[in-house]
């Protein structure tokens, strides 16, 4: 009886000492102890504290260099930061330069609405017609000088997918896009690797209120419309010139230009060469103009 008494008061006494222990969350929390340093022989470990200061920014970690045959390990021990830096604003970029290949664009004076036009600066170039691979600037409305001239809303090109134009050339967007897709997808493929591949074309007109073939009476040209280009050459990479004049029927270069004519006719309702007239002899005339019939290339 005295040993069962015994254990009565033990187990009454362990409840009324452990249980509430164990109920009551503690006051504080414990932390974790620090780990041991390293033990790795030939180690050796400082640590520096690291002061922030809200005016810069923070300091990346430095290693110190090596020493034989010790090496030393840096640890930074932030004392806590006062403010939270923040980063310094980025600088202002400068104009905007558009760049084709390593040279800037030419570009020449030109005529609008009968006086002269200061030339378009790469500055002011970026992409047109909803395209990012036509690159230019989008100008005033031209208005007619004669009956059936003019363009509503024309744009000055200097470049397509990456190709530079010789001069700034005044179109509408219709003809923006048709000159890139026959710039992707034929006149690239007919020089393909040839001279180190297309670098410009070499436009020698675009807008201009005239007739056709600058004859009197004749209907306006699709110059005047601005539906039209004039190409002589292709210049490549290299530094040669593929001309439309030396090169047609000759060579190599007389094959990559059948091809380049033969890819215009599609991208262009009127695609003119050397076999069309006398007054092509020198370039290919392309255009947007439509027949019901489809294009017409000669």
């Known amino acids: 009886m005295n040993r069962a008494l015994r254990l009565a008061v033990t187990a009454t006494a362990l409840a009324a000492f452990v249980l509430p222990a164990l109920a009551a969350p503690p006051k504080v929390s414990i932390r974790p102890k620090p780990r041991p340093p390293i033990s790795e022989p030939g180690v050796r470990i400082v640590t520096v504290p690291v002061f922030y200061d809200s005016k810069i920014r923070p300091k990346p970690r430095s290693i110190a260099p090596r020493a034989a045959p010790d090496r030393v390990i840096i640890v930074t021990e932030p004392f806590g930061v006062r403010i939270s830096p923040r980063p310094k604003a980025r600088p202002m970029l400068g104009p905007r330069k558009v ?70 050339s005044v179109m509408n967007c219709k003809t923006a896009k048709a000159l890139k897709k026959w710039v992707t997808s034929g006149v690239r493929l007919a020089v393909g690797r040839y001279g180190g591949g297309l670098q410009s074309l070499t436009v020698i007109a675009d807008y201009s209120c005239r007739t056709r073939n600058n004859k009197k009476g004749a209907k306006i040209s699709e110059h005047g419309k601005g539906n039209a280009l004039d190409v002589a050459a292709f210049r490549l990479k ?61």
């Open 99 to 168: 760049t084709f290949g390593t040279a800037l664009v030419p570009i020449a004076p030109q005529k609008e609405r009968g006086a002269m036009v200061q030339p378009v600066t790469p500055i002011e170039a970026g992409p047109v017609c909803g395209d990012p691979r036509i690159i230019g600037r989008k100008i005033a409305r031209i208005a007619p000088r004669l009956p059936g001239c003019g363009v509503k809303n024309p744009v000055r090109v200097m470049s397509v997918d990456g190709i530079a134009l010789s001069r700034a």
């Open 238 to 298: 290299n530094g040669t010139t593929v001309s439309v004049l030396k090169g047609w029927g000759r060579g190599k270069e007389g094959r990559i230009l059948r091809k380049i004519h033969r890819s215009a006719c599609g991208p262009f309702g009127t695609v003119l060469g050397p076999n069309s007239d006398r007054y092509h002899r020198d370039h290919f005339h392309v255009d947007t103009a439509g027949y019901r019939s489809g294009p017409y290339c000669r």
